[in-house]
């Protein structure tokens, strides 16, 4: 079953296709026109726009916070009661060295405020940051995906895993269309979400 789209698609597989070229293309946009450059780094405003921009074509909910709990495997995301106040919590953590943005990162990963879509807007989101901060960001073709993503799942408990493959992956070619787009590769998202409990905000 795929979710409930504006495009009126009833296949999840034929959905992720268009998903995947049409947030590629709002993506490529949002770097290209500077969009980027006029959001707050770090805070959840400038994911929530991310999203709504990559998104709003697609999902009637782009850009806002889920109405539903969410996990992944064995791993429950953020509960509805308190997403908000984690939220919150996450703008106001510090951002000034590698350490804290990739523990902000993580952090914002557990939130998952998205219903769907939290993958490529907080890598978008996080390349953000590292880029105001530390003028770097992540090259995605030098990251492993399959490392990546058991580093994500791992990273509520231990974080060195996700701090080491990224900190390998750095560039200082912060303007390169091509890096930027390689963190929307639709490969290095977290699929297979389970909705275990719906509750409506």
């Known amino acids: 079953m ?39 780094a770090g805070k959840f405003s400038a994911l929530k726009a991310i999203h709504k921009y990559l998104f709003e074509d697609i999902y ?7 109405t539903v709990n969410i996990s992944k495997g064995s ?20 951002q000034s060295t590698f350490d804290e943005i990739v523990e902000k990162y993580v952090e914002m990963n557990i939130a998952h405020p998205f219903r769907e879509g939290n993958g490529r807007s907080t890598r978008i989101w996080l390349d953000q940051i590292f880029k105001r901060e530390l003028k770097k960001v992540v090259d995605w073709s030098k990251v492993d995906k399959d490392d990546y993503l058991l580093a994500m799942e791992r990273s509520p408990i231990k974080d060195i ?21 390689k963190g929307i590769d639709n490969s290095y998202y977290y699929e297979g979400y389970t909705t275990f409990k719906t509750e409506e905000l």
């Open 2 to 40: 795929a979710l409930e789209n504006k495009l009126g698609l009833t296949s999840s597989a034929e959905l992720a296709r268009e998903e995947e070229r049409i947030s590629k293309k709002k993506a490529l946009e949002l770097f290209e026109n500077g969009i980027l450059d006029t959001l707050e």
């Open 60 to 66: 009637d909910f782009a850009g806002e916070l889920r």
């Open 75 to 94: 791993f429950r995301f953020a509960p509805l009661m308190y997403l908000e106040a984690a939220l919150e919590n996450i703008d106001k953590m510090p």
């Open 161 to 181: 895993e996700i701090k080491h493959i990224l900190s390998a992956a750095l560039t200082d070619d912060v303007n390169s269309r091509e890096v930027y787009m």
